[in-house]
Structures are given as structure tokens and as C-alpha cells.
């Protein structure tokens, strides 16, 4: 919840994280100055003998993101949608965000309204979908120690091969965070020779460059670079905004496996704007109000290695580290002139063994592994001359989580099999600080221990070689933040580990030109961990009383001729509170109904048309538990493009919102603080309405 006054600029998403008033509704201090560092190996050579790539799926049948391993996507005790190559392409989006929107049940909500701090939601999880729902980038996570959302926009189209989603709890095999589900965005491993130039300009001035190269050679090394520049004023007034990202990567691939190292550095620049007013938005919704700026840089460095270590098993395993930056100056009304400033660092480590088993009704595959991760986040605020007057808060926190897991799929007739997996984590966590506001002074100094594990077992039949049939119970979990356990109000919060039960059954046909998939599930969490303020406007982060979500997800694609694809997804979530105070009330912004419908024609070789329409149902505002200010009410936004080829050239052009639909997708129920006492109203962050994209681009192979 936020401030509101209707005669003045105001600041909802106040960046001040320690207030918790941002990282309550999921806005991330993305992005930061470099923070030089290196991973702690004693040399390069030693690093890839204990790190690994994600073993690799060549086709649409083959998933790795089930098992962390390639496997035929028919045989997971779950459904995974499949966003492949050529539907980014066909789509003509400019990053991953738009890509996301259309697929698996995935509810995309812009925050500011300008594109650059987004929440990815599943199965009802509302505003803490951005920290119940992984987003992974070839098996390394992108999720923050802190509430802040990962940057989905770090990663280039141009690299992306395919990404997976699973839909449902993944605790076994990911651990904390796999709640809802897991996005897998699994980048292009260097192959061939192939030389992509682009540039593309659009609406609100923007402009965007791309470029990259990647080739092999006959000694067994391969390499791939990318570089790409954007930039843009944004839909609002003074909401500038500019990204620079640099990527290259090195493979080495031997009779027995392949080992590799790479490189990513993004920088970004960009203002985001406050939310506004009912009477703001219908009196200019492009107005500015308040601000945000963001502007640092993220790098990250890995190594890997995939092994054969015997004739049915293999040895994969990497090694990470990212180190984040940022410094981000704010207004609002609550807390004046602020400044915040973030550093984190993550270091993890994957190793795992995979065994292809043979066994008298077909071959068993085995995962046994360990995710290490080590935590480093630093945090210091100052601001004045707000609302809640003069506040500091400086907090240093390292922490460290430990997992163990096992899974394996049994084939106990040939055409049923039996999965079943277990993990055991435990954190470990150290505080320092101190915090001083108007509510008084705080110590910060204190630790966090805990442990929870989590059981799989799932079983699938086929019912025929086209058609599957599964159920499946799944646990998961997810600790409590670094940000969650303290801030300058409330100094240090206890909190429990949330822990969940996630049931599904479903049945799945696929085919060469059709396929269809029903999903229905029900998902019940104790300690669900979330935010909400009270009647003075301040934030605390507390475990909800037990909720439950139920629901059912349909996908299917047809190819009724060789120039006309047509898909759609429907998904359907009754998410609510089944205990405590908020007894029977929906979860806040937690559509019930989702939907998207999308074609693809090739009247010829050389020209394709796309085409999309989106519907998202109405929902509660973010952090309305009492659900007294009504549902905000749903919206359909229509999209297309079109492509055509020349020799090398691909000229692309997309229309966005066709209909210029005028919408809100982020409401933050707030309050007003122009007259005492203070009464709860809205605040709205307007999406953009129609807008247009034109790239070319030139291909050498």
C-alpha cells in the first residue's frame, strides 16, 4: 500500500526498500553499477571441472526443465508449455515480457506502466508471484535474495532458443521459490557460422540495435557473442529509459561432453513514474508524478561442465556468480527525498549426476544432486523531508542455503511410470545494522536459521503413444527474504518458511500437426508470506493464515495447413484465504479468468501475419484483503504483426493495444493522505496504449 494525494505528486511503489512499501508489491531495484568481482576459484580450469551446462533438448518432444536433464517432454508427471524459436519469431515481440504474456497461464503485470519492472504471477499467486514463481536462464536462477523482481528483460530475444514452463509446484527438483511454477528461458549454444545485424525504432521515440556472431571450428571450440543497445522516453512523461547488454560465450566439446564459460553485462538507465489518481488518470494518464530512477549495471559470470562419466550416466554441474549494483534516487509524498542504495551478490553452485537406467519395462532416469547457494546483500537508505519525516537504515546480511535432492522416474509397466523425488534445504543467515525512523530506533544485529524437505511422487500413464494421462503431489517452499526479515520501521520480523502442498491431474495429446493438454490442480499453502498495511500507512510482513487455490488450465495449437497455425490457452483460478481474518476472501489481484488465442498465416515463402488477442479477468487491487474497494474489471488487447523476407533481410513490423484499449494493469489500493483520517482509495499505473514497432534485420549463415 502507498500514499495518495490527489492535489500533489505522490509515490505508491516508494523505492525506499526498507519500508517495504516497493518491495511489497514486487517492484524491483533492478539494476546497478558494477560491483568488480570474482568467483572465488583458484583458476579457471579448476572452475569448469566442477561446473556444467544444462543438458540440451534438439526438439520440441525433448524437455530438460522436468528433469533437469533432456527428456521426452510425454514423459513428465506434469504439463510443460513450449515457446519455441520460431513463435518468437513469428510474434515480433521486442523482449521476453511481451513473449510471456500469451503463454502457459501466465499472468504479466507491468508495474510502473513503462516496461521495466514486471511481475510474472501463476496459478493465483497474486503480487508475491514474484517470489513464488522461478524464473530460471538455462537452469541459473534469475530470482532475487530480496523481493525485487528478476530482470526478464537481460535476456536477448536473439539468444533464446526455446523456453520451457512447467505449471505447478516444483520443490523437488528447484526448492525455494518453484511454488506456482518454473519459467526455463534455455539460451542457443554456439553452432555454425551465422552473423544477425538488427535495428528497429517504434513509439514514444524509441530505438533499439542488436548484433551477434557465433561459429564453430573443426578442434571441437565454439563461441557466440551478442551485444544490444535500446532506448526510449517511455509511454509516460519523463520516463526515460536506456539498456545496454554484452554477452559472449565460449564452448569446448569433446568425445565425452562439453564444457564452457561465458559472460553477461547488462547496464540500465530508466525513470519510472508514480501511479496516479483516479482524477490523475482521467485527466492526463501520460502525466508524470513522483519518480524513480534506476541506474546501474549486473554482471555475471559461469562455467560449466557436462560429463559422461559411464555408459548410463553423466556428470553435470556450473558455477555462478553475479554481482548487482544499484543506486536509485526517489520523491513521494511519504518519504520525501530519498536515496537507496543495493549491492548484492550471488554465488551458486549445481553439481548433479543423471543416470539412464535400463530395467526389464524400459529405462529409469535418475537425478541426484546439490544446489549450494551464497548470499551476499547491502543495503543503505536515507530520506528526508517526507510525510513519516527523517529516516536511515542501513542493513548488511549474509546468508547461505544448502540443498539436497534426489528424484528418479520408474517405468513400472511399459507404459506406466512411477516418479518420486525428495530435497532437504536449510539456510543459514547473519544480520547487521540499524534502523531509524519515526517509529524509533532499531538494532538489526541477529541471525535466521531453518530447514524444511519436501516430497514428489507422481504417476503417468499412457493411454496410447500420442496420449498421457498423470497425477501428481508435490511440496515446496519458499524461506523468507532478505528484505522481508527487516526494514526501518519494524527492525527485525520473525518469519516461518512457507511451505506448500500442490495436487494436479491432467491428461495431454500430442500429435504431429495437433495438440491439446487439461490441467487441474489445487495448490494450499500454510504461512504464505506477504505484506500489508495498516490504517497509518505502514507496511509489515507477516504469515497469512492458510490459503488455497484451485483451478484448471487448458492449451492447445493446431496446424490446419502447411500456411495456418492457430493456439490458445484458458486458464481458470479461484484463489482465497481458508483461514484467519481474511476467512473466504479472494487473494488480491489474482484474476480468475485468463485467456489468449493466437494465428499465424504464410500466404507465401516470404510474408507471414500474426496475429493475438489477450483477456485478463477482473481482480482485486493489490493489497485489498478486506475486499471492500471492488474487483478492477477485466480487459482484452488485441496484437499484431507482420514479416517479410528479402534474400538475408527480415523487415518486421508489430502493432500493439490495435484497438488503443485504455487500461490499468497494476492498481495498488492506497491511501489519501490529504485529510485525516486517512481513507483508503486507489492508485493506478496506466498501461500504454497503441504503439508501434518496426525492425530490420540481416542474417548471414
Given at each position: 500500500?502507498?500514499?495518495?494525494?490527489?492535489?500533489?505528486?505522490?509515490?505508491?511503489?516508494?523505492?525506499?526498500?526498507?519500508?517495504?512499501?516497493?518491495?511489497?508489491?514486487?517492484?524491483?531495484?533492478?539494476?546497478?553499477?558494477?560491483?568488480?568481482?570474482?568467483?572465488?576459484?583458484?583458476?579457471?580450469?579448476?572452475?569448469l571441472?566442477?561446473?556444467q551446462?544444462?543438458?540440451f533438448?534438439?526438439?520440441?518432444?525433448?524437455?530438460?526443465?522436468?528433469?533437469?536433464?533432456?527428456?521426452?517432454a510425454?514423459?513428465?508427471?506434469?504439463h510443460?508449455?513450449?515457446?519455441?524459436q520460431?513463435?518468437?519469431?513469428?510474434?515480433?515481440?521486442?523482449?521476453?515480457?511481451?513473449?510471456?504474456?500469451?503463454?502457459?497461464?501466465?499472468?504479466?503485470?507491468?508495474?510502473?506502466?513503462?516496461?521495466?519492472?514486471?511481475?510474472?504471477?501463476?496459478?493465483?499467486?497474486?503480487?508475491?508471484?514474484?517470489?513464488?514463481?522461478?524464473?530460471?536462464?538455462?537452469?541459473?536462477?534469475?530470482?532475487?535474495?530480496?523481493?525485487?523482481?528478476?530482470?526478464?528483460?537481460?535476456?536477448?530475444?536473439?539468444?533464446?532458443?526455446?523456453?520451457?514452463?512447467?505449471q505447478?509446484?516444483?520443490?523437488?527438483?528447484?526448492?525455494?521459490?518453484?511454488?506456482?511454477g518454473?519459467?526455463?528461458?534455455?539460451?542457443?549454444?554456439?553452432?555454425?557460422?551465422?552473423?544477425?545485424?538488427?535495428?528497429?525504432?517504434?513509439?514514444?521515440d524509441?530505438?533499439?540495435?542488436?548484433?551477434?556472431?557465433?561459429?564453430?571450428?573443426?578442434?571441437?571450440?565454439?563461441?557466440?557473442?551478442?551485444?544490444?543497445?535500446?532506448?526510449?522516453?517511455?509511454?509516460?512523461?519523463?520516463?526515460?529509459?536506456?539498456?545496454?547488454?554484452?554477452?559472449?560465450?565460449?564452448?569446448?566439446?569433446?568425445?565425452?561432453?562439453?564444457?564452457?564459460?561465458?559472460?553477461?553485462?547488462?547496464?540500465?538507465?530508466?525513470?519510472?513514474?508514480?501511479?496516479?489518481?483516479?482524477?490523475?488518470?482521467?485527466?492526463?494518464?501520460k502525466?508524470?508524478?513522483?519518480?524513480?530512477?534506476f541506474d546501474?549495471?549486473?554482471?555475471?559470470?559461469?562455467?560449466?561442465i557436462?560429463?559422461?562419466?559411464?555408459?548410463?550416466?553423466?556428470?553435470?554441474?556450473?558455477?555462478?556468480?553475479?554481482?548487482?549494483?544499484?543506486?536509485?534516487?526517489?520523491?513521494?509524498?511519504?518519504?520525501?527525498?530519498?536515496?537507496?542504495?543495493?549491492?548484492r551478490?550471488?554465488?551458486?553452485?549445481?553439481?548433479?549426476?543423471?543416470?539412464?537406467?535400463?530395467?526389464?519395462?524400459?529405462?529409469?532416469?535418475?537425478?541426484?544432486?546439490?544446489?549450494?547457494?551464497?548470499?551476499?546483500?547491502?543495503?543503505?537508505?536515507?530520506?528526508?523531508g517526507?510525510?513519516?519525516?527523517?529516516?536511515?537504515?542501513?542493513?548488511?546480511?549474509?546468508?547461505?542455503?544448502?540443498?539436497?535432492?534426489?528424484?528418479?522416474?520408474?517405468?513400472?509397466?511399459?507404459?506406466?511410470?512411477?516418479?518420486?523425488?525428495?530435497?532437504?534445504?536449510?539456510?543459514?543467515?547473519?544480520?547487521?545494522?540499524?534502523?531509524?525512523?519515526?517509529?524509533?530506533?532499531?538494532?538489526?544485529?541477529?541471525?535466521?536459521?531453518?530447514?524444511?524437505?519436501?516430497?514428489?511422487?507422481?504417476?503417468?500413464h499412457?493411454?496410447?503413444?500420442?496420449?498421457?494421462?498423470?497425477?501428481?503431489?508435490?511440496?515446496?517452499?519458499?524461506?523468507?527474504?532478505?528484505?522481508?526479515?527487516?526494514?526501518?520501521?519494524?527492525?527485525?520480523?520473525?518469519?516461518d518458511?512457507?511451505?506448500?502442498?500442490?495436487?494436479?491431474?491432467?491428461?495431454?495429446?500430442t500429435?504431429?500437426?495437433?495438440?491439446?493438454?487439461?490441467?487441474?490442480?489445487?495448490?494450499?499453502?500454510?504461512?504464505?508470506?506477504?505484506?500489508?498495511?495498516?490504517?497509518?500507512?505502514?507496511?509489515?510482513?507477516?504469515?497469512?493464515?492458510?490459503?488455497?487455490?484451485?483451478?484448471?488450465?487448458?492449451?492447445?495449437?493446431?496446424?490446419?495447413?502447411?500456411?495456418?497455425?492457430?493456439?490458445?490457452?484458458?486458464?481458470?483460478?479461484n484463489?482465497?484465504?481458508?483461514?484467519?481474518?481474511?476467512?473466504?476472501?479472494?487473494?488480491?489481484?489474482?484474476?480468475?479468468?485468463?485467456?489468449?488465442?493466437?494465428?499465424?498465416?504464410?500466404?507465401?515463402?516470404?510474408?507471414?501475419?500474426?496475429?493475438?488477442?489477450?483477456?485478463?479477468?477482473?481482480?482485486?487491487?493489490?493489497?485489498?484483503?478486506?475486499?471492500?474497494?471492488?474487483?478492477?474489471?477485466?480487459?482484452?488487447?488485441?496484437?499484431?504483426?507482420?514479416?517479410?523476407?528479402?534474400?538475408?533481410?527480415?523487415?518486421?513490423?508489430?502493432?500493439?493495444?490495435?484497438?488503443?484499449?485504455?487500461?490499468?494493469e497494476?492498481?495498488?489500493?492506497?491511501?489519501?493522505f490529504?485529510?485525516?483520517?486517512?481513507?483508503?482509495t486507489?492508485?493506478?499505473?496506466?498501461?500504454?496504449?497503441?504503439?508501434?514497432?518496426?525492425?530490420?534485420?540481416?542474417?548471414?549463415?
Amino acid at each position: 500500500m502507498a500514499d495518495v494525494d490527489s492535489s500533489s505528486v505522490f509515490q505508491p511503489h516508494q523505492i525506499l526498500l526498507v519500508t517495504r512499501i516497493l518491495l511489497a508489491r514486487g517492484c524491483a531495484l533492478q539494476r546497478g553499477k558494477l560491483m568488480k568481482k570474482t568467483i572465488l576459484a583458484a583458476s579457471v580450469a579448476a572452475a569448469l571441472s566442477l561446473t556444467q551446462t544444462t543438458a540440451f533438448a534438439e526438439d520440441d518432444s525433448m524437455v530438460v526443465t522436468a528433469s533437469r536433464f533432456s527428456q521426452e517432454a510425454i514423459k513428465s508427471p506434469s504439463h510443460i508449455s513450449i515457446i519455441t524459436q520460431q513463435q518468437v519469431n513469428d510474434s515480433g515481440v521486442q523482449n521476453v515480457t511481451e513473449l510471456l504474456r500469451s503463454h502457459g497461464g501466465i499472468q504479466i503485470t507491468d508495474t510502473f506502466g513503462d516496461g521495466n519492472l514486471t511481475i510474472v504471477s501463476m496459478r493465483g499467486m497474486g503480487e508475491t508471484g514474484v517470489s513464488n514463481v522461478l524464473i530460471i536462464v538455462d537452469g541459473r536462477k534469475l530470482n532475487n535474495p530480496d523481493i525485487s523482481a528478476p530482470d526478464l528483460n537481460s535476456i536477448s530475444l536473439d539468444n533464446i532458443e526455446r523456453i520451457e514452463i512447467i505449471q505447478g509446484s516444483a520443490g523437488t527438483l528447484y526448492g525455494d521459490q518453484a511454488v506456482a511454477g518454473v519459467i526455463n528461458i534455455i539460451t542457443k549454444i554456439p553452432s555454425k557460422r551465422h552473423l544477425h545485424v538488427a535495428a528497429g525504432m517504434g513509439s514514444y521515440d524509441k530505438e533499439n540495435y542488436a548484433f551477434s556472431y557465433s561459429d564453430t571450428f573443426d578442434n571441437g571450440f565454439s563461441l557466440r557473442f551478442s551485444a544490444d543497445d535500446s532506448q526510449s522516453d517511455g509511454y509516460r512523461d519523463d520516463n526515460d529509459k536506456e539498456r545496454t547488454q554484452y554477452f559472449g560465450r565460449v564452448d569446448y566439446t569433446h568425445d565425452s561432453g562439453n564444457i564452457f564459460v561465458e559472460y553477461q553485462e547488462v547496464e540500465n538507465s530508466f525513470l519510472s513514474r508514480a501511479a496516479l489518481s483516479n482524477a490523475q488518470v482521467n485527466s492526463d494518464r501520460k502525466q508524470a508524478a513522483g519518480f524513480i530512477l534506476f541506474d546501474g549495471t549486473t554482471s555475471t559470470r559461469r562455467a560449466g561442465i557436462e560429463q559422461k562419466i559411464s555408459k548410463n550416466w553423466t556428470l553435470l554441474a556450473e558455477l555462478t556468480d553475479r554481482d548487482f549494483d544499484n543506486e536509485s534516487p526517489s520523491q513521494s509524498i511519504s518519504f520525501g527525498t530519498s536515496l537507496t542504495t543495493t549491492q548484492r551478490n550471488v554465488t551458486s553452485l549445481t553439481p548433479r549426476v543423471v543416470g539412464v537406467v535400463p530395467m526389464s519395462e524400459g529405462k529409469a532416469l535418475i537425478t541426484v544432486g546439490a544446489d549450494i547457494e551464497d548470499e551476499n546483500y547491502v543495503i543503505n537508505n536515507t530520506s528526508v523531508g517526507g510525510f513519516f519525516g527523517a529516516s536511515d537504515f542501513n542493513n548488511k546480511q549474509e546468508r547461505q542455503i544448502y540443498s539436497g535432492y534426489a528424484r528418479a522416474s520408474i517405468p513400472l509397466q511399459k507404459q506406466t511410470t512411477l516418479t518420486v523425488g525428495s530435497r532437504y534445504s536449510e539456510i543459514n543467515a547473519e544480520f547487521t545494522g540499524a534502523a531509524n525512523s519515526f517509529f524509533g530506533s532499531s538494532n538489526l544485529d541477529s541471525d535466521f536459521d531453518d530447514n524444511v524437505t519436501v516430497f514428489e511422487i507422481g504417476l503417468i500413464h499412457m493411454l496410447s503413444q500420442n496420449l498421457k494421462a498423470y497425477i501428481r503431489r508435490d511440496e515446496n517452499f519458499r524461506f523468507a527474504k532478505t528484505n522481508e526479515l527487516a526494514d526501518v520501521f519494524n527492525g527485525l520480523t520473525s518469519l516461518d518458511t512457507q511451505e506448500g502442498v500442490s495436487i494436479e491431474t491432467g491428461v495431454e495429446w500430442t500429435d504431429k500437426k495437433y495438440s491439446l493438454a487439461l490441467n487441474v490442480f489445487q495448490l494450499d499453502i500454510k504461512d504464505e508470506i506477504g505484506a500489508i498495511t495498516d490504517s497509518f500507512g505502514s507496511v509489515f510482513n507477516i504469515n497469512f493464515d492458510d490459503t488455497r487455490r484451485r483451478g484448471l488450465n487448458i492449451e492447445g495449437q493446431a496446424k490446419l495447413s502447411d500456411s495456418f497455425d492457430i493456439g490458445g490457452q484458458y486458464s481458470y483460478v479461484n484463489a482465497e484465504f481458508t483461514q484467519g481474518a481474511f476467512n473466504n476472501n479472494d487473494i488480491p489481484f489474482a484474476a480468475n479468468h485468463q485467456a489468449s488465442i493466437f494465428g499465424t498465416f504464410k500466404p507465401n515463402k516470404n510474408l507471414q501475419l500474426f496475429a493475438e488477442a489477450l483477456y485478463t479477468g477482473s481482480k482485486y487491487s493489490i493489497g485489498d484483503f478486506d475486499n471492500t474497494l471492488g474487483k478492477r474489471g477485466g480487459y482484452t488487447v488485441f496484437n499484431a504483426a507482420a514479416s517479410y523476407i528479402i534474400n538475408a533481410f527480415t523487415v518486421t513490423a508489430r502493432i500493439n493495444n490495435i484497438l488503443d484499449k485504455k487500461y490499468n494493469e497494476n492498481t495498488v489500493n492506497t491511501l489519501d493522505f490529504s485529510s485525516f483520517p486517512y481513507n483508503e482509495t486507489l492508485a493506478f499505473s496506466p498501461s500504454p496504449e497503441r504503439n508501434f514497432t518496426l525492425s530490420v534485420a540481416y542474417d548471414l549463415k
